[in-house]
């Protein structure tokens, strides 16, 4: 696997785990928390939420579903 590939999905699984620790989070918390843009905020966020693992009850506002993972 490529190493960007890689750095992608460790962040992608630790913006889940910083949701899932924190209950309900923004777009803008994601942002500021790992250090990247708006629009990878976003990505990371839609890569989650297209695998049911959060969802945005509100415009920005992103919470967990109940959807268990297997670590």
């Known amino acids: 696997m490529?190493?960007?590939t890689?750095?992608?999905?460790?962040?992608v699984k630790d913006?889940?785990?910083y949701i899932q620790d924190n209950g309900t989070v923004t777009t803008q918390?994601?942002?500021e928390?790992?250090?990247?843009?708006p629009r990878t905020a976003q990505?990371?966020?839609n890569v989650l939420a297209y695998n049911n693992l959060v969802m945005s009850p509100v415009r920005g506002k992103w919470t967990t579903t109940s959807k268990q993972v297997i670590s």
């Open 43 to 45: 990505r990371d966020l």
């Open 2 to 4: 490529k190493q960007t």
């Open 15 to 17: 913006v889940y785990m």
């Open 33 to 37: 928390e790992f250090d990247v843009t």
């Open 6 to 11: 890689e750095r992608m999905l460790t962040r």
């Open 29 to 31: 918390n994601v942002v």
